[in-house]
């Protein structure tokens, strides 16, 4: 999931937040588990990252 973010800030405030902080409250980690891969679009907060379109792709 980390790759997929182009902002640093936004993704210190994820590893912040629920992997250094409440990290049960995480929805990856709870899917983790249970033995199951998250979505790589799958945030923290159990919302789906929205794909960035490429350039020049319609």
């Known amino acids: 999931m ?3 973010f182009s902002s640093q ?3 210190q405030i994820f590893k ?3 992997c ?3 990290f049960g409250t995480c929805e990856r980690y709870k899917s983790a ?3 199951t891969m998250p979505q790589p679009d ?3 907060d159990g919302t789906l990252l929205k794909k960035r379109r490429q ?3 319609a």
């Open 2 to 4: 980390f790759e997929q």
């Open 9 to 11: 800030a936004t993704l």
């Open 16 to 18: 912040i937040h629920y």
């Open 20 to 22: 250094r902080g409440d």
């Open 33 to 35: 588990s249970k033995g």
């Open 42 to 44: 799958l945030l923290p």
């Open 55 to 57: 350039k020049g792709i």
